[in-house]
């Protein structure tokens, strides 16, 4: 099966995966681990709140952040879509995540929230008519329905 797993992976960033990308494609891997390590540890948290861990967290990672806004200087228009992509992209969407992160398994817990940027290519697709890549729309099918067949799976 990990040939599977690897195939899958070679499809959803073929043409991508290059040597002079090996930064982003780094800060991708680590992004993946990253968001792992937050689902074992919000499964962790049995009796106390989710809600607050993921609240410091993002305390944490706005301090991080904060000294690269200021190089450049933001406009009014890109403040308030920060403000609004911050509030309702972002924080509505964590609490109800760490709301109900107690009630899946850990397995539902990653798939479900991997569907979002496994869609994005679509929407912007139907949005804007840009057409994403033959392989990556390749390895996000076979994404999207392994987790519709293991949900229709799980549901018998």
């Known amino acids: 099966m990990p040939f599977v797993k690897n195939e899958v992976i070679h499809l959803l960033f073929i043409g ?14 680590l992004s ?30 706005f301090i991080i952040a904060f000294p690269f806004f200021f190089l450049s ?7 308030l879509a920060l403000l609004i992509l911050g509030i309702f992209q972002l924080g509505i969407s964590y609490i109800f995540y760490t709301l109900t992160i107690k009630y899946v398994s850990p397995i539902e817990a990653i798939l479900i ?10 929407w ?8 994403p890549g033959t392989y990556a729309f390749m390895g996000g099918a076979i994404v999207v ?12």
């Open 124 to 131: 912007v697709f139907i949005f804007t008519g840009e057409t």
């Open 32 to 61: 993946g681990v990253s968001m792992a390590g937050v689902v074992i540890f919000l499964k962790l948290l049995h009796d106390d709140s989710p809600v607050e861990m993921t609240f410091f967290g993002n305390i944490i990672t």
């Open 73 to 79: 200087v933001p406009s009014l228009n890109s403040i």
């Open 145 to 156: 329905i392994a987790i519709i067949i293991r949900e229709l799976y799980a549901q018998k």
């Open 16 to 29: 991508d995966l290059k040597s002079g990308n090996k930064i982003g494609n780094f800060i991708a891997i």
């Open 113 to 122: 929230p991997v569907l979002e940027p496994l869609l994005n290519p679509v």
